[in-house]
């Protein structure tokens, strides 16, 4: 099997299982070969449960990093874009898609802004414009439902929604990159949560889900965005990328509450990729 070289751009939060620190795994274990570009170094992540956190702007040693590659002559087959920590880097994002992609090369976005109806800590309008912007570059946008609302100006509520408004949401969104788009978070009733997909060009819509579990799942979305950027490098389909990432996190989720391990540190993922595997050279 052709092992695709492909670039993750995110942050490294040094204490926690989200970001990088789950997608070079997942995206190794489904035979990529992964080379990483981290935008920002924290202690933890930025969510509920940590305060006074250390965060590290990487924006100079990207400069630097991005010189030496050209000299190089590097280049991608795929990148996989996470958090971003400015909207310098938005800039440099477009430039590397420019620079460094192979012809037919594939972009997924995972555009992190927020969640639960709010935006993360350091950003704002004018982030979240920039992000607008860049969804028109790539080839995939993977927001959940809280970015949906911002990346589209709707007002934000937390479900369950009718396939009416999420097929309306895929369809707005797509209009962004005339691409592919992947909802997460959809839930059509109080049951299941899962992953609504739209090809702009195909018209072809899927929806996949598994149970819901109350709580908050920190690095979930990660694992989820990795998953189907994973398959998607591997030239799989959209159904089985979406249906695979779906039930890998549900699988994870209960695997997590399971251990009783503190959540705001992350989930437990390692001990599942190997259905990863399986469902690639099935």
Known sequence: MRQPRVLVIQDIS????????????????????????????LSTHTGVGFSDYTFLNLTSEIKKILTHWKKLKISFDGILIGYLGSTEQIELIQYIIKEFLKPGGLTVLDPVLGDHGFLYAGFDDEYVEEIRKLCREVSVIIPNLTETSFLLQRSYHPGPYTEKEVKDYLKELASLNRGIVILTGVRFDEKNVGAASYHHETKEYAYAA??????HFDGTGDLFSSVVAGFLFQE???????????????????????SGIDLKYGVQFETDLPFLMEQLYQ
């Open 210 to 215: 598994g149970p819901h579990h109350e709580g």
């Open 14 to 41: 040094a204490s926690c299982r989200i970001s990088l620190n789950v997608a070079v795994p997942v995206l190794s274990c489904l035979n990529n070969g992964v080379n990483v570009l981290p935008t920002a170094l």
């Open 236 to 258: 799989k389909s959209l159904q089985l990328a979406t249906e695979t990432a779906v039930e890998y996190v549900n699988r994870v989720i209960v695997r997590t509450l399971d």
